[in-house]
């Protein structure tokens, strides 16, 4: 219990040393006290260009780490596969590349967004759980044909690129990984439908602690597995498509944090699921304050710094629970 409590108090000091870190970073220099005197008088031009510039930024950031994470969470409580992420198995490009297509075909329905992307990620869920079921699911099977499906709507959200409208140019840029120019309309709608789908998850997690069970067992406790596995995806997949339409198209998050919260607080989704929110909004906050500071002015994309942590992580879980998964 001591471990799980100095992880969580370590996990909330590191993020707030990371939003005060990502609140002062960057070409306008403003104290912490002169931040806050201006405002709250609204006399200080600096303090406005953060408040309406670097603020949104960083709340997107944070709500899109931390509905990753627990669309990660989720996803690999109902599939009981270490390797299920959002990013990985095609559902965060399933999601963009119906964004795309949709405002592309009609310019004018660009706010409805998060609807068109979290159709697109049940559609990519979809085509990934069924072809991937072959009496049963494996880690190599799902990983195989998720990297497929992925591949598959990448490069049919890329083709989008040479439209050269107006239209698919502001699409590419509100799924694009850098989190520059965000608003608070951005934030509203991330808000919104963010807070809805992770309040969702933790109504949801005495099921997934069931589902940890098998099939039968869980039967027997009165749960109607097909069912409750179907409610718990569509959260997930809400929660991974709003951050892509807001967010960006960002990989690994869903498969690093829900693997590093069990090692640090077990695998008990009543603390899996907060941890994941906190973990995960730290690691994009971290990953955006740290491309946008490194080599500055110019800015290295949060999902090009997770990709290099997240890729030889992947290749460390294929080869750990290779064995044991069939993998």
């Known amino acids: 219990?001591?471990?799980?409590?100095?992880?969580?108090t370590i996990t909330i000091l590191l993020l707030l040393a990371v939003i005060i870190w990502s609140v002062s970073a960057g070409s306008i220099k403003l104290g912490l006290f002169d931040l806050i005197h201006g405002l709250i008088t609204g006399d200080n031009e600096e303090a406005a260009v953060i408040r309406d510039l670097r603020f949104p930024r960083i709340i997107v950031a944070l709500l899109t780490g931390a509905t990753l994470a627990v669309s990660g969470a989720l996803l690999q409580a109902v599939l009981r596969n270490p390797l299920a992420d959002a990013g990985v198995i095609g559902i965060s490009s399933g999601a963009g590349f119906v964004s795309v297509l949709m405002v592309t075909i009609f310019p004018t329905v660009f706010f409805w967004m998060p609807m068109f992307s979290f159709l697109g990620g049940v559609l990519a869920f979809f085509l990934v759980y069924s072809l991937s079921w072959k009496s049963g699911l494996t880690p190599t099977r799902l990983l195989l044909v998720g990297v497929a499906i992925n591949a598959t709507f990448s490069g049919l959200g890329q083709s989008f690129n040479y439209r050269g409208s107006y239209a698919v140019t502001s699409v590419n840029q509100a799924i694009s990984s850098i989190f520059t120019m965000k608003t608070w309309t951005d934030v509203h709608v991330l808000g919104l439908y963010g807070s809805i789908g992770l309040l969702l998850s933790l109504l949801v997690i005495p099921w997934c602690n069931v589902l940890a069970l098998q099939d039968k067992t869980a039967g027997s406790l009165g749960m109607r597995v097909a069912r409750t596995r179907i409610v718990i995806s569509i959260i997930a997949v809400l929660l991974a498509s709003v951050a892509t339409a807001v967010g960006g198209l960002i990989s690994f998050v869903g498969l690093l944090i829900p693997h590093i919260t069990r090692l640090l607080v077990g695998s008990d989704h009543k603390l899996v699921i907060p941890f994941s929110m906190l973990a995960g909004a730290l690691l994009v906050l971290a990953a955006d304050?740290?491309?946008?500071?490194?080599?500055?002015?110019?800015?290295v994309p949060a999902s090009i710094i997770l990709t290099v942590i997240g890729g030889p992580f992947l290749v460390f879980m294929l080869r750990k629970w290779g064995r044991e998964y069939g993998a």
């Open 1 to 8: 219990m001591m471990r799980k409590i100095i992880s969580f």
């Open 289 to 299: 304050t740290l491309g946008r500071t490194v080599v500055a002015p110019t800015e």
